[in-house]
């Protein structure tokens, strides 16, 4: 009697086992069935909207359904977002974000969403490094020059950045606490207007985006002494990786992901991520990437790119809070 029981209740358990799975296979067969919209928490015509119209292009073409790029941008990051946050979880509505959402994390006393919690997290593209620029009047010809020079005269010099909070403040913030140099910050609105300073000898050095500072390292109206990460880039193969420069630890990149509102069905996010991977294999997208200065991940997947988000938040905090760069 009690094998019985046992086999009934051995029966029972794969028949809903094999009820779940076909109810899994149904919702993912059936999605989507109409467009699916991918916030962008920047402006229109910015390397992440650039970068998420060639994603939408490639994923549109793979589940059969327009993918709509909506630029909301406001707060930081912080509108598009929450918009997100408490979309419906039915896959139709995500979020194409980067680094800031591990920043923001710190650098706001409070936010609307939990940058954990309140995600689905589906994958993570690629990163887009930083270069070390500085204008040339400075008279340095390395990275070691450079650190030599600020310590040299502590509290003299100045560095440029995007703005309070920006992966390229909270870069030379890191670079600061490795090498033990004292310099101040100067806050743009964008790092084009720093780099426009730059240029004119408004302050020493600052990180910028490799596509952005890129043509005028290749012209040479800038010098590039490093690069904020681990590998060179194919847009200024010239320009040493942080370790080369004798900066070992020194890097600071930012990345593009696609998120989803927590509680978006398993087999939805599944089947986008399998999308994502797709993509990242076609050989028109990586080129478009690389012509971009943006490193393709090799494959992705929602728990590693839940964690990459996790270890970018516990490694950025502490220098958030050391700079006191909060807000509200």
Not at 86 to 114: E, Q, R
Request: with cysteine; hydrophobic share 45%.
């Amino acid at each position: 009697m009690r094998n019985k029981l046992i086999s009934s209740s051995a029966a029972l358990a794969m028949s809903l086992l094999a009820l779940c799975s076909a109810a899994a296979f149904a919702q993912e067969a059936a999605y989507p069935r109409r467009p699916v919209h991918l916030l962008v928490p920047y402006a229109a015509g910015g390397a992440t909207d650039v970068f998420a119209r060639i994603v939408a292009e490639a994923m549109s073409a793979r589940i059969g359904q327009p993918m709509v790029v909506e630029n909301k941008p406001g707060g930081g990051t912080v509108m598009a977002t929450g918009l997100v946050a408490k979309g419906v979880p039915d896959g139709y509505t995500l979020l194409f974000t980067t680094l800031v959402h591990s920043i923001n994390a710190s650098l706001y006393k409070s936010l609307p969403y939990d940058p954990l919690e309140d995600f689905e997290f589906v994958g993570k593209f690629g990163q887009l490094g930083f270069a070390l620029i500085v204008n040339r009047e400075l008279g340095v010809a390395d990275a070691s020059g450079l650190l030599a020079l600020m310590r040299a005269h502590p509290g003299k010099h100045q560095y440029g950045s995007a703005g309070v909070g920006s992966p390229m403040h909270l870069g030379v913030e890191l670079l600061k606490s490795l090498a033990n140099i004292d310099v101040a910050h100067v806050p743009y609105k964008g790092e084009s207007a720093a780099l426009t300073d730059l240029l004119g000898g408004r302050f020493a050095f600052m990180l910028c985006s490799v596509p952005t500072c890129g043509p005028r390292i290749r012209d040479g109206a800038i010098k590039a002494l490093a690069l904020a990460s681990a590998t060179r880039s194919p847009l200024v193969p010239s320009v040493p990786s942080a370790a080369e420069a004798g900066m070992p630890g020194f890097e600071t990149y930012t990345w593009f992901m696609i998120a989803a509102p927590k509680n978006t069905p398993r087999a939805i996010v599944d089947r986008l991520s399998r999308t994502i991977n797709d993509v990242l294999q076609d050989a028109n997208v990586r080129a478009r990437m690389a012509g971009m200065g943006i490193e393709a991940d090799a494959t992705s997947s929602p728990a590693g790119t839940r964690a990459h988000v996790q270890r970018e938040i516990e490694k950025w905090r502490p220098i958030v809070i050391a700079t006191g760069a909060t807000t509200n």
